[in-house]
């Protein structure tokens, strides 16, 4: 996302259909959508283009300007994204007219001074288009009759917020590589959004007690110990994505995509209760995913001496699978050893990156076997010819032998191999290829 496109921030109290609407502007179903009010909370940006330009979209929670609680931390959001926009859509929902609430709205964007487009949304057909025309009265001009589910009117409703946003710039060439892509996750409320909040050095996502409070995933760029990266904070992983219903599963497979999308994963856990099942299962799923990964292990500050026993045996006996991935002791709360993350990140980065030379990993392997033969298994021992690394990112090696190797003899040359060449921070992957026996 360029920082010199045109933005616009898409507002509108409580469940009218902007992240419906969002999803038909950007052409695809990005923004978690449900027929329930509040599913949206925190401000998430979106790349559109219309007619040949280029321009964000800025998906807001509802907004309702006397809220209490979680619902104005909600409109705080919305009120910071129409002060960095260069236009704003309000949405209106046609179908029950302008309540008092949409003209609360109004009269906070007017003292904006920013170009307002009003979408009358939830007309679907021309029996509706009264209702549409009845919002002339909010005195903001044409209301654009459009419906956000079947996309009707969405065409000039584009038209017309392209005339309210400043000219595109001229296209350039997309720079290649970029700030690096770091994905926070982890269970529902381990500090996931007041991590991202405490990096950016402002309440860029919506945080609460409630668990579940992120549903969609939102992008920041950041500056930790001098570098800078976009982290992703995603939605808390629940047990299972079957489990889940409504909008819970659709943002724990946008969890999952931005898992995939990520260069390295950041696992939250919160040490001031025993690591979980859960906790392991997310460790396991970026493991899955082939992603770099480093481990926060977060509110720090609620811990005493013998709770940091107990989790020293915790993570001796539950994280040894793990033991490879970086891990900092962190509080998000009071900012300690935050920067100190950027460290991790890097080494996690190294490790899924590192290319070993052929001729160096087949003098290895030569040196291990040699030590450390194969067992004999039904009268012959399998050898390995030969050994080449696949790719990188993460490393997989093939090895090519003269036939099957044990399990556990695979994992005894990984575990080797990670004592020889590092890779902190990577699964190492083996792919086993016996030689063809003659005919």
């Known amino acids: ?45 979106y790349d559109a283009e219309w007619g040949g330009r280029p321009f964000v979209v800025v998906d807001t929670g509802g907004w309702a300007p006397d809220a209490k609680g979680m619902a104005a ?28 609430v949409d003209e609360a709205v109004v009269r906070v964007l007017r003292r904006s001074k920013k170009p307002i487009v009003l979408a009358a949304n939830k007309v679907d057909d021309l029996r509706q288009e009264a209702d549409a025309a009845a919002l002339w009265n909010l005195g903001l001009g044409e209301p654009h009759a459009v ?34 892509r770091v994905a926070l996750v982890g269970r529902p409320n381990v500090g996931k959004s007041s991590l991202l909040n405490k990096l950016a050095g402002q309440q860029r996502v919506v945080v609460d007690d409630v668990a579940g409070t992120t549903v969609d995933p939102v992008d920041e760029l950041v500056e930790i110990g001098g570098a800078t990266y976009q982290l992703i904070d995603t939605a808390g992983l629940r047990r299972r994505a079957k489990e889940a219903s409504g909008h819970e599963y659709y943002a724990t497979l946008r969890t ?17 209760e025993s690591i979980s ?77 590192t290319r070993v030379s052929t001729g160096r990993l087949n003098a290895f392997l030569g040196r291990l076997a040699a030590a450390h033969p194969h067992p004999v298994r039904g009268g012959k021992q399998p050898r390995v010819l ?10 997989t090696f093939a090895l090519f032998t003269t036939g099957k190797l044990d399990a556990t003899y695979v994992r005894f040359v990984e575990r080797r191999m990670r004592e020889e060449f590092g890779f902190a921070g990577t699964t190492v992957h083996i792919e086993v290829r016996p030689r063809a026996k003659r005919s």
């Not at 419906?147 to 720079?175: C, I, M, W």
């Not at 030969?386 to 490393?395: D, M, R, V, W």
């Open 386 to 395: 030969f050994g080449t690394q696949a790719q990188a990112c993460p490393p």
């Open 73 to 100: 931390r909600i409109a705080e959001q919305a009120e910071l994204a129409v002060s960095l926009a260069d236009a704003v859509l309000l949405v209106v929902d046609a179908s029950v007219g302008a309540q008092d």
């Open 1 to 45: 996302m360029s920082a010199e496109l045109p933005v616009l921030a898409v507002v509108g109290r409580p469940n009218v259909g902007k992240s419906q609407l969002v999803n038909r502007i950007i052409g695809r179903r990005e923004a978690v959508v449900q027929d329930v009010p509040g599913v949206t909370r925190d401000r998430v940006s």
């Open 256 to 272: 999952q995509t931005a898992i995939e999308r990520a260069e390295v994963c950041v696992v939250v856990l919160d040490v001031s």
């Open 147 to 180: 419906s956000a589910l079947h996309g009707r009117g969405a065409g000039d409703l584009l038209d017309a917020v392209l005339a309210a946003l400043p000219a595109s710039p001229e296209a350039q060439e997309e720079e290649i590589g970029g700030p690096l």
């Open 277 to 353: 099942d859960q906790d392991l299962r997310i460790l396991g799923d970026v493991a899955e995913a082939g992603r770099a990964m480093a481990v926060a292990y977060n509110k720090w500050d609620l811990t005493d001496e013998e709770r940091r026993r107990y989790l020293a045996r915790e993570v001796e006996q539950d994280m040894r699978a793990y033991a490879w991935a970086p891990s900092v002791n962190i509080s998000a709360l009071t900012g300690r050893n935050v920067d100190k993350l950027s460290r991790a990140i890097e080494t996690a980065l190294e490790g899924w990156e």
